[in-house]
């Protein structure tokens, strides 16, 4: 299982960009094996993002913003959904990952 983590490496937006690198630190920093993908510069990584977020999912726009996590091909969520889970000590499951042992996480 791959965690893909879809980003935006010449995002303008500042919000965006402090978000992608809380995703990107906390899976660092926890041992977590990833991928990057960058929607800026690939249509391909923007078009299967966009196909693959569910449609309750999207925003009324229809255009999910950077970063989106999948496992695999199984949708986690979004930034909103991955700080919830951090917060509550519960991105393991989210990610849709076993724990480490010993791990409060």
């Known amino acids: 299982m791959v965690i893909k983590v879809f980003l935006a490496t010449s995002s303008g937006s500042t919000a965006i960009k402090k ?3 809380d995703v990107v630190g906390f899976l660092e920093a926890n041992k977590i094996d990833y991928a990057q ?3 800026a510069g690939s249509e391909e990584n923007r078009m299967w993002m966009r196909e693959n977020v569910p449609g309750d999912k999207k925003p009324t726009n ?6 989106q996590i999948f496992n695999d091909e199984n949708y986690c969520g979004d930034y909103e959904t991955f700080f919830n889970a951090k917060e509550e000590n519960q991105v ?9 042992p010993g791990s409060k996480v």
Not at 62 to 67: A, D, F, K, N, Y
């Open 92 to 100: 393991f499951a989210f990610l849709g990952l076993a724990p480490p």
């Open 37 to 39: 993908l960058d929607i």
């Open 19 to 21: 978000k992608q690198q």
């Open 62 to 67: 229809g255009i999910p913003l950077p970063p």
